[in-house]
């Protein structure tokens, strides 16, 4: 069979593609190799050209991660390519392919294989890439980088710390537009006529403070060294953040009318044309494509045979995603000046697919079976734009961005007593130890949760005194991004922390703290 063609014609002249290593930042010797091997060997596959490392002209290589003050947390590792002769397409499976080779070199995680120390076939261990890369393309029309000044930093001297300072600056603007393009720390919505100054600091104090599901972690944290240190997640639960008149209004988004018409009533359950069985699908989706910039539109694809209890169609889950609500700028307006501290932004798509959504609500009745899950956890997120940017590391990492998740009961009237439905938290390290492993929150109007993504957690049906009730709640799928590099990301209080209560230990985390 014919080799496929890549070579492009102008006039009649064939040009065959050229990727052309520029510059990177952040990796070792070692790393840059190994990479350059792989992409090597992806443009054989391809029938693309590679230069890089020439006499004239070698790659820069800048020891010094690309930090980029729009993404504060990134880790700035880049690989920097001019790529001349493509066409989308060609462009798209070279990326493609790369991308897939580089995460199975990513500390071997995905690979079955160990190194035997005691095998004589092994010379040499395995080079693992440490953590993920950027590789970036820029096209000759994109291409900003001076090429005389590109001349001069690939003659460089080592002690000539200008040149690399300007490698870093162009490397982390690339990063900047890398993070922009798929809005992944675009700020969430604020509203002009909201004032903080008009609501009282008492609002803003949780009325319950728990830390539980906790563990010894090893990763680098104020430092580089890597020593185990002890972290536990953390829920907040809020009974003056959001008055009643807010409350209502977010309950008319989440059910398409107004909850004091005629046409409503609370104990009939969800209305079938917005609300349907199973449709709620709140993990990812193997089935996702990748996400590119430009698709960063309102469509939702998802599983309707996913999921135990009512969930918005597809139709009503787009409009509170993504059309405007009052309602909504409100209290996105709440948490921003919740965490002064922050840039707190939506889930951004490219996390985790199209499948989980920044926004979702909950409808739970009688009978409905739900199990734990946690909503994401970014030591844990697949391969995509925001981990060649970010990484992957434990949640409340310092300097990093961490993943939090704020639920409001919705309901006018909810008994706790009578009809149930609280969230529940469970403690993984005890698990095995303890019968009382699990948390309840008790539902309440207007009551708030704020919790860390990564803690076990599940909806509990009402009981059946509750009748076809449903407990309804609205969920954001919320980032904080820090502001300055290392930032402490565990403290929350914004200031406030002596109106906060006693700190609550439960599980492992009240193990640690005997």
Same mark, same amino acid.
């Given at each position: =069979?014919?080799?496929?063609?890549?070579?492009?014609?102008?006039?009649?002249?064939?040009?065959?593609?050229?990727?052309?290593?520029?510059?990177?930042?952040?990796?070792?010797?070692?790393?840059?190799?190994?990479?350059?091997?792989?992409?090597?060997?992806?443009?054989?596959?391809?029938?693309?050209?590679?230069?890089?490392?020439?006499?004239?002209?070698?790659?820069?290589?800048?020891?010094?991660?690309?930090?980029?003050?729009?993404?504060?947390?990134?880790?700035? !590792?880049?690989?920097?390519?001019?790529?001349?002769?493509? /066409?989308?397409?060609?462009?798209?499976?070279?990326?493609?392919?790369?991308?897939?080779?580089?995460?199975?070199?990513?500390?071997?995680?995905?690979?079955?294989?160990?190194?035997?120390?005691?095998?004589?076939?092994?010379?040499?261990?395995?080079?693992?890439?440490?953590?993920?890369?950027?590789?970036?393309?820029?096209?000759?029309?994109?291409?900003?980088?001076?090429?005389?000044?590109?001349?001069?930093?690939?003659?460089?001297?080592?002690?000539?710390?200008?040149?690399?300072?300007?490698?870093?600056?162009?490397?982390?603007?690339?990063?900047?537009?890398?993070?922009?393009?798929?809005?992944?720390?675009?700020?969430?919505?604020?509203?002009?006529?909201?004032?903080?100054?008009?609501?009282?600091?008492?609002?803003?104090?949780?009325?319950?403070?728990?830390?539980? /599901?906790?563990?010894?972690?090893?990763?680098?944290?104020?430092?580089?060294?890597?020593?185990?240190?002890?972290?536990?997640?953390?829920?907040? +639960?809020?009974?003056?953040?959001?008055?009643?008149?807010?409350?209502? &209004?977010?309950?008319?988004?989440?059910?398409?009318?107004?909850?004091?018409?005629?046409?409503?009533?609370?104990?009939?359950?969800?209305?079938?044309?917005?609300?349907? &069985?199973?449709?709620?699908?709140?993990?990812?989706?193997?089935?996702?494509?990748?996400?590119?910039?430009?698709?960063?539109?309102?469509?939702?694809? &998802?599983?309707?045979?996913?999921?135990?209890?009512?969930?918005?169609?597809?139709?009503?889950?787009?409009?509170?995603?993504?059309?405007?609500? /009052?309602?909504?700028?409100? =209290?996105?307006?709440?948490?921003?000046?919740?965490?002064?501290?922050? +840039?707190?932004?939506?889930?951004?798509?490219?996390?985790?697919? !199209?499948?989980?959504?920044?926004?979702?609500?909950?409808?739970?009745?009688?009978?409905?079976?739900?199990?734990?899950?946690?909503?994401?956890?970014?030591?844990?997120?697949?391969?995509?734009?925001?981990?060649?940017?970010?990484?992957?590391?434990?949640? !409340?990492?310092?300097?990093?961005? &961490?993943?939090?998740?704020?639920?409001?009961?919705?309901?006018?009237?909810?008994?706790?007593?009578?009809?149930?439905?609280?969230? !529940?938290? +469970?403690?993984?390290?005890?698990?095995?130890?303890?019968?009382?492993?699990?948390?309840?929150?008790?539902?309440?109007?207007?009551?708030?949760?704020?919790?860390?993504?990564?803690?076990?957690?599940?909806?509990?049906?009402?009981?059946?005194?509750?009748?076809?009730?449903?407990?309804?709640?609205?969920?954001?799928?919320?980032?904080?991004?820090?502001?300055?590099?290392?930032?402490?990301?565990?403290?929350?209080?914004?200031?406030?922390?002596?109106?906060?209560?006693?700190?609550?230990?439960?599980?492992?985390?009240?193990?640690?703290?005997?």
């Amino acid at each position: =069979m014919p080799e496929k063609c890549t070579s492009t014609r102008l006039g009649m002249e064939c040009i065959t593609p050229q990727a052309e290593a520029i510059m990177s930042s952040g990796l070792d010797p070692e790393e840059l190799s190994l990479l350059m091997e792989v992409i090597s060997h992806e443009c054989q596959q391809l029938g693309i050209g590679l230069s890089c490392g020439e006499i004239d002209t070698p790659i820069v290589s800048v020891s010094a991660p690309a930090v980029a003050l729009e993404a504060t947390g990134a880790h700035g !590792r880049v690989l920097l390519f001019r790529a001349s002769g493509f /066409d989308p397409d060609l462009l798209e499976d070279f990326e493609g392919g790369i991308c897939e080779q580089v995460d199975l070199l990513l500390c071997g995680s995905d690979s079955d294989e160990e190194y035997d120390e005691d095998d004589d076939d092994d010379d040499n261990p395995p080079i693992f890439l440490k953590e993920a890369v950027l590789i970036y393309f820029q096209t000759d029309d994109e291409l900003e980088l001076n090429l005389s000044q590109l001349e001069l930093v690939a003659n460089r001297d080592d002690d000539d710390k200008d040149n690399d300072d300007y490698c870093t600056r162009y490397l982390s603007a690339i990063v900047a537009q890398h993070v922009q393009e798929y809005q992944m720390a675009s700020p969430i919505q604020t509203a002009d006529v909201y004032n903080k100054h008009e609501i009282e600091e008492t609002s803003l104090v949780p009325s319950i403070h728990v830390e539980m /599901d906790g563990g010894y972690i090893s990763y680098p944290d104020t430092s580089t060294t890597t020593t185990p240190y002890w972290d536990a997640s953390t829920l907040l +639960v809020f009974d003056n953040l959001v008055g009643q008149d807010l409350r209502k &209004r977010l309950l008319d988004v989440v059910i398409g009318e107004d909850s004091e018409s005629d046409h409503y009533d609370a104990q009939d359950g969800p209305n079938p044309i917005r609300w349907v &069985r199973g449709s709620l699908l709140d993990v990812p989706d193997p089935n996702d494509p990748p996400l590119e910039p430009e698709e960063n539109g309102t469509e939702i694809e &998802r599983n309707s045979d996913s999921g135990g209890g009512w969930g918005l169609t597809d139709e009503g889950l787009e409009e509170i995603c993504f059309e405007h609500h /009052d309602a909504v700028q409100e =209290m996105e307006s709440i948490l921003s000046n919740l965490f002064p501290d922050f +840039v707190v932004s939506r889930l951004p798509e490219t996390v985790l697919g !199209r499948s989980v959504t920044p926004m979702t609500a909950n409808a739970p009745t009688t009978g409905d079976v739900f199990g734990y899950h946690i909503d994401a956890d970014p030591n844990i997120t697949p391969s995509s734009p925001w981990t060649d940017v970010y990484g992957r590391y434990p949640n !409340r990492s310092a300097g990093k961005p &961490r993943f939090m998740s704020c639920l409001v009961y919705l309901n006018d009237e909810w008994d706790g007593d009578k009809w149930g439905a609280p969230t !529940r938290f +469970v403690d993984v390290p005890t698990d095995e130890i303890s019968d009382l492993n699990v948390y309840d929150v008790e539902a309440g109007p207007g009551r708030c949760i704020i919790m860390d993504q990564d803690i076990g957690h599940t909806v509990v049906a009402p009981s059946a005194a509750a009748g076809k009730r449903a407990r309804y709640s609205l969920v954001w799928k919320l980032i904080l991004h820090p502001k300055t590099v290392g930032q402490d990301m565990k403290h929350l209080a914004g200031g406030r922390k002596s109106l906060w209560p006693e700190t609550e230990y439960f599980g492992s985390a009240a193990q640690e703290n005997q």
